[in-house]
């Protein structure tokens, strides 16, 4: 390993794994990741690998619209194929409230240049033949919305990283952070010390951890997510499929299982990855009643991740007050995976060209010192 590197990222999931890339894209090679697990190992090797637009704050929307940009040329940039499909999202409304937010957010999407619509229960039915269309009153649905296989982009990115010099350490988890005067010194490491000035926080639900080991503060909170895949089953379901009153997502991948969790608004904050029970009768009932077709799957595998959740379900993006080179690239809330692609793209331009092609001042740590408006669900 390394003793020494111009910049050094913690965390070898989509977002540490994007930063190396595009840092090496953009000429620099002098970085070490360390992951302290497997990479892929923390929500990115949990998560559901949906992509979505249809947002309702104007910056979720425009990092996933570009993001999606990316994903449609990942395959070639990357070499490998990230399994993407471009099915769209249909979000149903359950409720009358519903109905007229989600009128709303279509408005600000289309605004922004998006190309999702509301549409009628029986549109919905044209989309997805299989769908129980008598408990929906209508639904969003966004055709450039889609889903893509997490562990290959993390790959894809690693690889094409590592080719360009990059050095990626598996199983080496960062113990302290060493600092003077404000600036950063080194990272101490189970494997030893990497002398750096510039460290990038991707470190996912732990990035509050990251942060405490320099004195910073940081808001957001790990919270359990359940997730499972079933059996394969005959392609019937193009989109992924949410509803944010049940807090369910779910789609179909291309080997033919589904794939999909369902929140529980009595989750405490804790570092809790146990399965329960309790997930699978959740999720199976609500399945059942928006797609009775899948109500009698096997299931063969659940697990858990975290959402890092911050208090306006938007990510913390840029340098940290106080300790300047410490750049954050976390608090994803719940869509990291989908937004990673740009995100890594501008934490890249912040380092090595001191700017971003997309401002990203309001994203700063700082925001979260005064009131903050945010996404108004966390759901896939
Ligand atoms: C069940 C579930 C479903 C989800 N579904 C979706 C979805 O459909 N679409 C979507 O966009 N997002 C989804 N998400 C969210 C998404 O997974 C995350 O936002 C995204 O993967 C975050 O990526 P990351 O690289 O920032 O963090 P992570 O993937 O969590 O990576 C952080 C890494 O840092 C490492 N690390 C932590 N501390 C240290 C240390 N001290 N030293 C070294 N390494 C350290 C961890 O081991 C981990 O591998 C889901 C999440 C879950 C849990």
Redo the contacts with the bound molecule.
């Keep these: 390993m390394k003793s020494k590197a111009e910049v050094v990222i ?7 794994c994007g930063v190396a890339y595009n840092l090496a894209k953009k000429g620099l090679t002098d970085v070490v990741l ?4 497997y990479l ?12 979505r637009q249809q947002f309702t704050t104007e910056w979720n929307i425009k990092l996933a619209m570009e993001s999606v940009k990316k994903f449609e040329k990942m395959n070639e940039e990357l070499g490998i194929d990230i399994e993407y499909e471009q099915g769209g999202y249909l979000i149903i409304a359950v409720e009358e409230n519903e109905v007229k937010e989600f009128k709303k957010n279509v408005k600000l999407q289309n605004k922004l240049g998006l190309d999702s619509k509301f549409i009628s229960p029986s549109e919905a039915k044209e989309i997805v033949p299989y769908l129980n269309e008598e408990d929906i009153l209508g639904a969003t649905f966004c055709q450039s919305d889609g ?1 893509a296989y ?1 562990f290959r982009v993390v790959e894809g990115y690693a690889k094409r990283a590592e080719e360009m010099g990059v050095e990626i350490n598996r199983f ?3 113990k302290s952070i060493k600092k003077e005067n404000g600036e950063i010194k080194s990272v101490m490491t189970n494997r030893g010390e990497i002398k750096t000035n510039i460290v990038v926080n ?5 990035s509050r ?2 942060g405490k080991m320099v004195g910073v503060k940081m808001p957001n909170k790990p919270f359990r ?3 499972l895949a079933t059996e394969r089953y005959k392609h019937i379901l193009d989109p992924m499929i949410i509803s944010f009153k049940y807090g369910i ?1 779910f789609s179909q991948q291309r080997h033919g299982e589904i794939v999909g ?1 369902i929140g529980d608004p009595d989750e405490p904050s804790s570092y809790n990855t146990k399965s329960s029970l309790k997930f699978v009768e959740r999720f199976t009932s609500v399945l059942g009643k928006i797609l009775p077709a899948f109500k009698n799957l096997n299931i063969v595998r659940q697990w ?5 959740v911050t208090p306006d379900a938007q990510p913390i993006l840029g340098y940290t007050e106080g300790v300047d080179t410490l750049i954050q ?2 608090g ?1 809330s ?7 692609p740009k995100v890594t793209e501008l934490i890249a331009e912040l380092i090595v060209d001191g700017k971003t092609s997309l401002p990203i001042d309001e994203l700063n740590l700082k925001r979260f010192e005064g009131e903050t408006v945010g996404e108004a669900y966390v759901v ?1």
């Design positions: 913690i965390g070898g999931g989509i977002t540490g360390v992951e302290k697990n892929a190992s923390g929500a990115t090797g949990r998560c559901g690998g949906g992509i889903h997490p080496t988890e960062v991707a470190a996912g639900g732990y951890e990251i997510h359940e997730i997502y969790g858990a991740g975290f959402y890092d690239a976390n994803y719940g869509h990291g995976f989908m937004v990673a896939g």
